[in-house]
């Protein structure tokens, strides 16, 4: 199973930048997409960004041009580096792993426990 650990996040002004950090942790095989979900009160959870192990990015069309998702494979790292942030960016950022296990059942998904992402006006 894997285990996600979330770093950054907190209080910005609308315009600023924060850096969200996901490391990721116990016994599996691989990590095939890592990638960051957020929600905001009173919404569903939403994907903001994915990669895949050969670096391939998917984002969201409310934070293309202003967030860039990276990976490290070696670290088991993957980060969300937000600027420009907008007040719609406010939510608590989930960081998820699809993975397959220690003996190459795959398909699984993991989450962090989740981390605050405030964008003041």
């Known amino acids: 199973q894997v285990q996600l650990v979330e770093s950054g996040g907190g209080l910005v002004q609308a315009g600023g930048s924060l850096r969200l950090s996901c490391a990721a942790s116990?016994?599996?095989?691989?990590?095939?997409?890592m990638g960051w979900y957020r929600q905001a009160p009173g919404k569903e959870r939403e994907l903001a960004a994915d990669?895949?192990?050969?670096?391939?990015?998917n984002y969201a069309d409310s934070v293309k041009g202003r967030f860039t998702i990276s990976r490290d494979n070696a670290k088991k790292t993957v980060d969300l580096q937000m600027n420009s942030l907008k007040p719609e960016d406010t939510a608590v950022y989930y960081c998820?792993?699809?993975?397959?296990?220690?003996?190459?059942?795959?398909?699984?998904?993991?989450w962090g426990q989740g981390t605050q992402v405030t964008v003041s006006s």
């Open positions: 116990g016994s599996f095989g691989s990590i095939n997409v």
């Open positions: 990669i895949n192990s050969g670096g391939q990015t």
């Open positions: 998820s792993a699809v993975y397959c296990t220690y003996f190459g059942r795959c398909g699984f998904r993991s």
